[in-house]
Structures are given as C-alpha cells and as structure tokens.
Nanobody
Framework: QVQLVESGGGLVQTGGSLRLSCAASGIIYSINMWGWYRQAPGKQRDLVASLTNGDDRPNYADSVNGRVIISKDDETSTVLLQMNNLNSEGTAVYYC?????????????WGQGTQVTVTS
C-alpha cells in the first residue's frame, strides 16, 4: 500500500512563502501523476497544481498561477509545492495525491493533509 505524508504547513504572513513536501512510501514502481489540492473551511477540495508524465508542463489553477511551483524528485518519490506571495485564499488544508503503479497494482493515494494558515 502506498502512503503519502505531507509536511511543511504552518502559519505564514500575507505575502510570505511556504514550501510543502509530500513523500510517498511503499513498493512503488512508478508514479505518473502528482497533484496538490486544497480545501478551505466550508468549501470543496480544489486542484492547486499537478504534474503528469507526458504533459509538456505542469497544470496550475488560475488562482495560483505565477505564484506556485510544483516539482518532483523521482528518486525519493517526493513532490514539492513552493508557494509565494500568499494571500488569505491560501488558508486551507493542503493534500497531495499520487497515481501510479506499485507492488499491489495501480494505486491512487491521498495524504492526510497539512494546514496552511495565512495571517494578515
């Protein structure tokens, strides 16, 4: 079973930066999609950014485009989300997701989430 663990959340002032990390563990043969989602209180979970093998470039939500960068390290099965110039909309629980192939076959796993709070 593939498990994802996020880290790096916390308090940050408006205009500040934060970097989230998500590490996958288990017997993983390949990860063909990484993604970051966020869910603010009372709202649905929305895509922030994703990386899919075969795509020319990452996919970013319009609301964060130009302020976040998603990157991955295949050797360590880790994905990062660098967030800059954060505003109040950034307050949410951030979840990473990965899809790929493991010793158990195809998988799609979610992390437990990490809280980001942007303060004024």
């Amino acid at each position: 079973q593939v498990q994802l663990v996020e880290s790096g959340g916390g308090l940050v002032q408006t205009g500040g930066s934060l970097r989230l990390s998500c590490a996958a563990s288990g017997i993983i043969y390949s990860i063909n999609m990484w993604g970051w989602y966020r869910q603010a209180p009372g709202k649905q979970r929305d895509l922030v950014a994703s990386l899919t093998n075969g795509d020319d470039r990452p996919n970013y939500a319009d609301s964060v485009n130009g302020r976040v960068i998603i990157s991955k390290d295949d050797e360590t099965s880790t994905v990062l989300l660098q967030m800059n110039n954060l505003n109040s909309e950034g307050t949410a629980v951030y979840y990473c997701v990965a899809r790929g192939y493991s010793d158990s076959g195809n998988f799609a796993s979610w992390g437990q989430g990490t809280q980001v709070t942007v303060t004024s």
